[in-house]
């Protein structure tokens, strides 16, 4: 079974830690059985979380055996990391287990010297400080999370939701983390990222919401839909959708189209036998390179690849 173990240190985010707990500790294969093995661990048996005082069950020594660790934010994300906190992170690193951090958690692992040179994420209100603590670290304040393979970041929030149900994915495929997902009330994918959560200018006035044309576009993915055709149907010109794609998803609308025909794809390839070509046709690529690529440069790996580990 694959261990995951949560770090609870002084100051713990109480939403940040019951993230993980909640995602892995639900998630159930096709079979009926579970996993993930969920553990909080920490450096003492009491754990300050604020509101509450918490009683964690595991010490450090849960890092020694877990597949995958989460770190989830502090009150104050520039509290000193104990050092025995930090060995116990670089020696799970050194075996080969994954790390990934929630909201403020970035700090923490920042602070092992691990994401050194790679691009992280953190709550978009302590990007800066992030940058400024740690220099090497390549901060991106406007995306979701940033995925480095054994090392993960996500943002504040509920972007640590998207960060857990993005691992479940990886592990197990779309079908049991779209449940993971339908458990916790949450798309399996948001579209954009977290710059649409940041305080820009005031909206416009009018008000008017992209929903309701997101919602025509996957029901016509295999459309060969054009900036002017998604324009007509928002009856907008096409300068003021890009905008209002930009302010309500964070993205563009070819960028979000593509995503949307991407998780169409992942559906049909892990519940049909449709040949790869056909499900290009289906989900609204031009030709079956075009499809390939898109896919490969999305999921990180090739369609029947995804299709072998997945379907089933």
Known sequence: MHVVAVLALDGVVPFDLSVPVEVFGRAVL???????????????????????????????????????????????????????????????????????????????????????????????????????????????????YVDNGALLTSAGAAAGLDLCL??????????????????????????????????????????????PLLRWMRAHLARDLTLDDLARQARLSTRTLNRRFREQTGTTPSRWLVLARIRAAQDLLETTAHPVERIAAEVGFGSPTAFRDAFRKTAGTTPRAYRRAFRG
Not at 179 to 188: F, H, W, Y
Request: charged share 20%; glycine share 8%.
């Open 30 to 144: 096709p079979d009926g059985t579970r996993p993930y093995d969920v553990r909080v661990c920490a450096p003492r048996p009491q754990v300050d979380a604020g509101a509450f005082t918490l009683t964690a069950p595991h010490d450090l020594t849960a890092l020694d055996v877990a597949d995958t660790v989460v770190l989830p934010g502090v009150a104050d994300p520039e509290t000193p990391v104990p050092p025995e906190v930090v060995e116990s992170l670089r020696a799970a690193a050194d075996r080969g287990a994954r790390l990934a951090s929630i909201c403020g958690g970035a700090f923490t692992l920042a602070a092992t010297g691990l994401l050194d040179g790679l691009r992280a994420t953190t709550h978009w209100r302590g990007a800066e400080a992030l940058a400024r603590r740690h220099p090497r670290v390549l901060v991106e304040p406007d995306v979701l």
């Open 166 to 211: 993005h691992l479940v994915r990886i592990d197990h495929g779309a079908s049991v983390a779209a449940a993971a997902a339908r458990l916790s009330v949450m798309p399996l994918e948001r579209d954009g990222g977290q710059a649409q959560f940041i305080v820009h200018e005031p909206p416009a006035p009018d008000g008017v919401s992209l929903e």
